[in-house]
């Protein structure tokens, strides 16, 4: 829960409940209180939900990378692998060759 001194801009009643330490300005009313606690809340809640869409979008970033990199993996063992098989190929036909001279 967010304090109400940590609302930026409101005003704090002295000891006793003799008014505010601006001078010249009454304590908050109830209502006010309420309103500050309200809104301090609704940007609480709002900024959590912006970290959770933050982190929801750095998750799938990584996401991305990772497979990207997995991707990238793959076909370089299928490359290696077909060039292995070109290169088989190339040598029984080389054999082949040697064999009818």
């Not at 929801?56 to 990207?68: F, L, Y």
Request: a negative charge.
């Amino acid at each position: 829960m967010v304090a109400l001194a940590a609302c930026a801009g409101a005003p704090r009643a002295r000891a006793g409940g003799q008014g505010s330490i601006i001078a010249g300005n009454p304590a908050p009313s109830p209502e006010q209180i309420q309103s500050l606690i309200t809104r301090a809340i609704a940007n609480q809640h709002r900024d959590d939900r912006a970290l959770e869409e933050f982190e929801r979008i750095e998750h799938t970033i990584t996401r991305k990378a990772e497979n990207a990199e997995i991707i990238t993996d793959l076909t370089l063992q299928m490359n290696r692998a077909r060039q292995a098989e070109i290169t088989q190929e190339i040598m029984e036909v080389v054999a082949g060759a040697e064999g009818v001279s």
